[in-house]
């Protein structure tokens, strides 16, 4: 009977989730990210796994520690820009250091919506610095 349990258990979970039985912490989301996404991405408005793992990393309590933690251990230029996002908001000292101390060819994909694009070095600082990005993000978030 308690094996029954835990396959019922595992069954609604997996349903619950869409099927997809892992539980994502959203730092290990964000940490292996491939591209910087906003809240809704596509035509349809699909919601995106790495903007709503950016707004329940900023919205926890101790954020600016997660985004800190994530500046160290991201794998991908998506993950730095994350933090260096989230960074900004809360530290932007911090950030703006994150900022300098990328090489020069530096380079994120990024899905504004529907629309595929890449940033350089000095565009990426620039919607940093503009904060159009952030405000992208948390519009029509689900955390």
Known sequence: ?????????????????GGDITIRDPKNILTTAQRLETSRITEAGVPSPAGDSFVKLFTSPNAHVSFEELAKTAQTSAGKAYAIIGLYEMKRDDALA????????????????????????????????????????????SP
């Open 1 to 17: 009977m308690k094996t029954l349990y835990s396959v019922l258990v595992i069954a609604a979970i997996g349903t619950l989730s």
């Open 98 to 141: 994150l900022l300098k101390s990328l090489p020069s060819d530096f380079r994120v994909s990024v899905m504004w919506y529907g629309v595929k694009s890449e940033w350089s070095r000095d565009e990426f600082e620039r919607q940093v610095r503009e904060r159009r990005f952030f405000e992208a993000l948390m519009h029509y978030s």
